[in-house]
C-alpha cells in the first residue's frame, strides 16, 4: 500500500528533483524553446509577408499582362483595318487601270477601224476609178465615129462625175 500512499519524504524529494528539473529548463531550456518560437513566429511572419507581396507581384503581372493583350489586339485591329483600307485601295486603282486600259484599248481599235474603212474607202475608189477609165475608153472607142455623139457622151460624163464627187464629198 506504500505505493498508492507516498510518504512524507519521497514527496519533498520529488518536489526538490521537480524544482531543480524546472530550473534547469527555465535556465537553460525555456530561452532556447521561446528562442525557436520566436523565430517561427518571424519565419512564418516573412512568409506570410512574402506571400502578400507575391500576390500583389502577381496582380500586377496580370494587370501588365492584360494591358500588353489588351494593346496588342487595338494593333491587331488597327492593323487588319489598314488591310482593309489598303485592299479597297488596291482593288479600286486596279479597277481604275483596267478601265483606263480598256478605253485605251477602244480608242486603238477604232483608229484600226477608221483607218481600215478608209483604206478600204480608198481602194474600193481606186478599183472605181480604173473600172471608169477602161468603161470610158471602150465606150469612147466606140462612139468616136460620130461627133454629135461625142459630144452629147461628154457631157453625160462631166454631169455623172459632178454627181459621184458630190456623193463622197458628203461622206
Given at each position: 500500500?506504500?505505493?498508492?500512499?507516498?510518504?512524507?519524504?519521497?514527496?519533498?524529494?520529488?518536489?526538490?528533483?521537480?524544482?531543480?528539473?524546472?530550473?534547469?529548463?527555465?535556465?537553460?531550456?525555456?530561452?532556447?524553446?521561446?528562442?525557436?518560437?520566436?523565430?517561427?513566429?518571424?519565419?512564418?511572419?516573412?512568409?506570410?509577408?512574402?506571400?502578400?507581396?507575391?500576390?500583389?507581384?502577381?496582380?500586377?503581372?496580370?494587370?501588365?499582362?492584360?494591358?500588353?493583350?489588351?494593346?496588342?489586339?487595338?494593333?491587331?485591329?488597327?492593323?487588319?483595318?489598314?488591310?482593309?483600307?489598303?485592299?479597297?485601295?488596291?482593288?479600286?486603282?486596279?479597277?481604275?487601270?483596267?478601265?483606263?486600259?480598256?478605253?485605251?484599248?477602244?480608242?486603238?481599235?477604232?483608229?484600226?477601224?477608221?483607218l481600215q474603212r478608209d483604206k478600204a474607202l480608198g481602194e474600193i475608189n481606186a478599183q472605181v476609178a480604173l473600172?471608169?477609165?477602161?468603161?470610158?475608153?471602150?465606150?469612147?472607142?466606140?462612139?468616136?465615129?460620130?461627133?454629135?455623139?461625142?459630144?452629147?457622151?461628154?457631157?453625160?460624163?462631166?454631169?455623172?462625175?459632178?454627181?459621184?464627187?458630190?456623193?463622197?464629198?458628203?461622206?
Amino acid at each position: 500500500m506504500a505505493l498508492l500512499t507516498p510518504d512524507f519524504g519521497l514527496l519533498f524529494w520529488m518536489l526538490v528533483n521537480f524544482l531543480i528539473v524546472f530550473g534547469l529548463l527555465a535556465k537553460f531550456g525555456f530561452p532556447i524553446i521561446t528562442k525557436m518560437v520566436g523565430e517561427r513566429q518571424t519565419y512564418i511572419r516573412q512568409s506570410l509577408a512574402d506571400a502578400v507581396e507575391a500576390r500583389r507581384q502577381l496582380e500586377e503581372v496580370k494587370q501588365t499582362a492584360e494591358q500588353m493583350l489588351a494593346d496588342v489586339r487595338k494593333q491587331q485591329a488597327d492593323i487588319v483595318k489598314k488591310a482593309l483600307a489598303d485592299g479597297e485601295i488596291i482593288v479600286k486603282n486596279a479597277q481604275q487601270k483596267a478601265i483606263e486600259e480598256t478605253q485605251r484599248q477602244l480608242e486603238k481599235a477604232k483608229r484600226d477601224i477608221d483607218l481600215q474603212r478608209d483604206k478600204a474607202l480608198g481602194e474600193i475608189n481606186a478599183q472605181v476609178a480604173l473600172l471608169s477609165v477602161d468603161i470610158a475608153e471602150k465606150i469612147l472607142r466606140r462612139q468616136l465615129a460620130d461627133k454629135s455623139q461625142q459630144e452629147n457622151f461628154i457631157l453625160q460624163m462631166l454631169d455623172e462625175a459632178a454627181t459621184e464627187n458630190a456623193i463622197l464629198s458628203n461622206n
